[in-house]
């Protein structure tokens, strides 16, 4: 006769820690008292495992008190799923800025009230270019790409900031609109040195217009003319 061995302490800890991580994800905000009763946990040993994930992100408790899946998160079903739609359908996008501008091109979402995450990129043609950071969260303030999900950019309109994620790179950024809503961020990424005040003029109206395109109906992308697309420059 074959025994089944006991789990030990760290074992147990380790599935109570996924069971909640799956609960936090497979709901649309889940309260800290039905996570605790899904998983038969008491309320204070479902909020200290809450918490652990909460700091390393992989959960968040947002305004409302719901839990729900955090940015590193969000970062690793990035990671998992490469060929996720929305990064299929920015795939020609981001080609088109790249034949346009030779820089590299970056499609980013939200991960967070606080953060943005790169879903993809297609790398410039230069020869000093700007290398992948698919996969790498960023802070919203101070950023291009991070103003444009924040909502502080006009659709069909683009921002250039210098110097907001890394020293010495210059990024211009425009909203990708589904629906009325941001939903993503399309932007180049560009040495610093290359990056005048006439690069923001020419490469922006670019940006803006592949941004616009992207889930633009063919009768309103028809209709647009790159005279329609304004600019903001934001310093260092």
Known sequence: MVTKAAPDATTRAADRVLGLLRVVCEHDGVKLADAAKELSLSASTALRLLRTLE??????????????PGYRMVQLGVQALSHDALVAASRPALRALVAGTGESAYLSVAAGQTHGLYL??????????????????????????????????EPGSFITVAEG???????????????GAVVAALSVVAPSYRATGEYARTVGPIVAAE??????????????TKEDHGHRNFAP
């Open 55 to 68: 700091a390393n992100g992989f959960a968040a408790r947002l305004a409302d008190g719901l839990y729900r």
């Open 120 to 153: 993809a990129i297609e790398e410039g043609t230069q020869s000093v270019r700007h290398i992948n950071w698919v996969g790498r969260t960023f802070p919203l303030a101070g950023s291009a790409a991070g103003a444009v999900l924040a909502g502080q950019v």
């Open 165 to 179: 994620v890394e020293p010495d790179t210059t990024a211009v950024a425009a909203p990708v609109t589904a629906g």
């Open 211 to 224: 941004a616009s395109r992207l889930f633009a109906t063919p009768a309103a992308v028809a209709g647009r």
